[in-house]
C-alpha cells in the first residue's frame, strides 16, 4: 500500500511517501508562501532519494484544511493532478483529524483536541475520539476555547498553542513537535492508510476544501 501524501495548509508545505504505514521519504517547504511554484519539483526529487517510482504509487493522500485558503488550493491542485496523471484515487483528510494523532498510524485513544493556526489571532479546534470527530470545528481565541472545553475529560491537546492551551484546562499531554505541531503529508498519508485497512467508506474523504472560515482579503495573505 504505497501512498503520496501531500500537506499544504499550514505555514509550510510537505509531503510523504508511506509504504505500509512505513514512511520511507520526506520532504517540507519551510517557506510560509510561494509553494505553487516549486512542490512538484520538490516531491519528485523526494521520490528519487526515496527510490520510489511514479508507477510505483497506489493512493494520493491530501491535506484539505482548515487552513491556509491559497496552501489549501495548492495542495489539491498538486494531488489531483498527480492523480489525473497516475490513474490512482485520490483522498481527502482534514488537517485536524491528522493531528489527531498519527504519527505512528495508530490514533490515539480517548478524547484529544487538534488545533491549526488560523493567522487571524486564533486556532481551529476539533475533538476526536479514538480518531473519530466528536465535534463541529471551532473557530476562536485560545481563551474562548478554554471555556468552550473546560468540561471535557481530554487527555491530549495537539498543534498550534497546544501548551498555552493544555495550560489551562490542566492536560499535560500537549506536544507542539516540530513546525508548530502541523499537520503533514506523513500523517495524511496514514489516514489514508489505517481507513483502508478498515475498509472505511472512501465517500467519506473526498479531495475537496474544507475552509470553514472566508478568506482574508487585502489583509494578512492566505
Given at each position: 500500500m504505497v501512498i503520496l501524501g501531500i500537506e499544504a495548509s499550514g505555514n509550510s508545505a510537505s509531503?510523504?511517501?508511506v509504504d505500509g504505514g512505513v514512511c520511507r521519504g520526506t520532504m517540507r517547504l519551510e517557506a510560509r508562501f510561494g509553494h505553487a511554484g516549486v512542490l512538484t519539483e520538490k516531491i519528485d526529487a523526494m521520490l528519487k532519494k526515496a527510490g520510489v517510482d511514479y508507477a510505483a504509487l497506489q493512493y494520493l493522500a491530501v491535506?484539505?484544511?482548515?487552513g491556509s485558503f491559497t496552501g489549501i488550493r495548492v495542495g489539491l491542485a498538486a494531488a489531483v493532478g498527480y492523480g489525473l496523471a497516475l490513474g490512482v484515487p485520490v483522498y481527502g483528510v482534514s488537517s485536524l483529524m491528522a493531528l489527531a494523532g498519527y504519527e505512528a498510524g495508530i490514533c490515539v485513544a480517548g478524547l484529544s483536541l487538534s488545533l491549526m493556526d488560523t493567522?487571524?489571532?486564533g486556532v481551529f479546534a476539533q475533538m476526536f475520539e479514538d480518531g473519530k470527530a466528536v465535534s463541529r470545528v471551532f473557530?476562536?481565541?485560545l481563551a474562548e476555547l478554554a471555556v468552550e472545553f473546560s468540561g471535557q475529560k481530554l487527555v491530549r491537546i495537539r498543534g498550534a498553542g497546544a501548551r498555552e492551551l493544555g495550560a489551562l484546562l490542566g492536560?499535560?499531554?500537549c506536544p507542539e513537535d516540530d513546525h508548530n505541531g502541523e499537520s503533514d503529508g506523513a500523517m495524511v498519508a496514514r489516514v489514508i492508510a489505517d481507513a483502508l485497512k478498515k475498509g472505511a467508506d472512501m465517500a467519506?474523504?473526498?479531495?475537496?476544501?474544507?475552509y470553514h472560515a472566508a478568506p482574508l482579503l487585502g489583509g494578512v495573505k492566505g
Open positions: 509531503a510523504a511517501v491535506g484539505c484544511g482548515p493567522r487571524r489571532g473557530d476562536a481565541p492536560v499535560s499531554d467519506d474523504f473526498p479531495p475537496s476544501p474544507r
